[in-house]
C-alpha cells in the first residue's frame, strides 16, 4: 500500500469527521468538500491511476471504504439536525402570529352556583348528600305528608314513569332526600342535597320542566326556629352579599309546620324598593321555603316527634343563580349560547 495514500486517507479521515462534529459546518458544504465531483476523496481517486498496477485494487478499496464512512456520517449527522434545528429553519411556519388558543371549558353557572351554595353549608359543618332521581311515591310524596289528593301529586304536576307502571316518577322536589337521609341516619344531623327536579311545565322565562333546588335539613333534641333563622341569614349574606336581609312570612308546606316563605331584601335596589324593576317596587324577593320538620314526617322515617325537633328548607338553584346574577329567562341555562356561558 502507498504510504502516501493511506496517510492522506487517515488526514482526510479525521479532519472530515472532526468538522462534521461542529456545529457550524454546514452539510451541503461538507459533501462538497469531501465527496463531491471535485471533493478531497475524487482527487485521490485519480492518484491511484499513477500507482503501480497491483497496489491501485487496495488503494480504491481503501478510498471507497472512506467514502462509505463518510457517506454514512453526513446521512446520521442530517439526521439529527433534522429532528432539531433543521426544520424550524427551513420551515414555513410564522412563529409571531397569534397562537391557536386552547379553549379550556368552566363549569356551568347552575352548577357553579350549586358548589357556590355547598361551600356555604360546608364550612359551616353541614354534609352534602345525594338521592336518586328516579323515586317512588311515597319518597316524594307519602312520607313528606303530602296526601294523596294534593295537586302536586296530579298526573299535570308530576312526570310518571309509564314503562314502571307508574310505580316511579321524576322527583318533583328534593325534599325526598331528607327521608332517604333520616332513615339512613339517625340525629343529630345537619345536612343538604342538591340535584335535578322535574315538572311538567311549558318553558316560559320563570320555568323550565327540569330544574336544580338544594335542600337543607337540621334535626337534634332542641332544634328551633332560631336555628333556621340563623343559619338562613348567614346563607343569604354569604352568598347574596354581606348587607342582605331576610324577611319570614307565614305559609304552608304539608311536611313542616310551621312553615315559612323566605324573602332576601331585593339585589338590585337593597330594599329601597321605588320604581326597581327586578322587585316590581317590593325591595324583596321571594327565594325559599322553610319550616319546622312536621311530626308525621319524623314517624314516618321512626323519629320520635316527642324526642327530636329540626328544620328544613328548600331553594331553587337556577331562581338563587337569576338573582344573584340579574339574569331575566330561566331558559338562558339550557339553551347553551356561548355568549351566555362565557360570561361566568
Ligand atoms: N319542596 C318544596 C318545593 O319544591 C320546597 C321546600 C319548602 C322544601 C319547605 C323544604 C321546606 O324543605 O321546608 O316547593
Known amino acids: 500500500m502507498d504510504t502516501d495514500i ?3 486517507l487517515d488526514k482526510i479521515k479525521s479532519e472530515a469527521l472532526a468538522a462534521l462534529a461542529k456545529p457550524e459546518t454546514k452539510p451541503e458544504e461538507f459533501e462538497h468538500r469531501y465527496l463531491g465531483r471535485k471533493g478531497l476523496l475524487r482527487d485521490l481517486t485519480q492518484k491511484v491511476g499513477a500507482l503501480p498496477t497491483e497496489k491501485r485494487g487496495e488503494a ?21 439536525l433534522g429532528a432539531t434545528a ?3 429553519a427551513k420551515s414555513t411556519i410564522d412563529l409571531t402570529l397569534p397562537g391557536d388558543r386552547k379553549h379550556i371549558g368552566h363549569l356551568h353557572p347552575v352548577y357553579q352556583t350549586m358548589y357556590d351554595i355547598s361551600d356555604v353549608f360546608i364550612r359551616m359543618g353541614f354534609d352534602v348528600v345525594y338521592g336518586p332521581e328516579i323515586e317512588t311515591p311515597y319518597h316524594n310524596f307519602d312520607a313528606l305528608n303530602i296526601p294523596s289528593d294534593h295537586p302536586s301529586r296530579d298526573n299535570f304536576d308530576t312526570f310518571y314513569l309509564a314503562d314502571t ?8 322536589h328534593t325534599s325526598p332526600v331528607q327521608i332517604r337521609a333520616m332513615k339512613e341516619r339517625k340525629p343529630p344531623l345537619s345536612l343538604i342535597t342538591v340535584g335535578k327536579v322535574f315538572r311538567p311545565d311549558t318553558p316560559a322565562p320563570s320555568r323550565y320542566p327540569m330544574f336544580h333546588q338544594m335542600e337543607c335539613l337540621m334535626v337534634d333534641t332542641d332544634i328551633s326556629f332560631a336555628h333556621l333563622k340563623g343559619v338562613l341569614d348567614i346563607f343569604c349574606k354569604e352568598f347574596f352579599g354581606p348587607d342582605t336581609k331576610t324577611r319570614f312570612r307565614p305559609s ?5 309546620e310551621p312553615s315559612a316563605e323566605v324573602d332576601i331584601s331585593c339585589v338590585i335596589c337593597g330594599g329601597a324598593g321605588g320604581s ?3 322587585c316590581r317596587g317590593e325591595g324583596w324577593l321571594e327565594i325559599l321555603g322553610a319550616g319546622m320538620v312536621h ?4 314517624e314516618a322515617v321512626g323519629y320520635d316527634p316527642e324526642e327530636y325537633t329540626g328544620f328544613a328548607f328548600g331553594m331553587g338553584i337556577e331562581r338563587a343563580a337569576l338573582l344573584k346574577y340579574g339574569i331575566n329567562d330561566i331558559r338562558l341555562f339550557t339553551e347553551n349560547h356561548l355568549r351566555f356561558l362565557n360570561q361566568f
Open 6 to 8: 493511506q496517510s492522506e
Open 60 to 80: 480504491g478499496r481503501l478510498i471507497n471504504e472512506l467514502k462509505n464512512t463518510l457517506t454514512q456520517a453526513l446521512a446520521d449527522q442530517k439526521s439529527k
Open 86 to 88: 433543521q426544520p424550524a
Open 165 to 172: 307502571n307508574y310505580k316511579y316518577l321524576l322527583r318533583s
Open 252 to 256: 304552608f308546606f304539608p311536611f313542616t
Open 295 to 298: 311530626p308525621k314526617v319524623f
Open 276 to 278: 326597581c324593576g327586578l
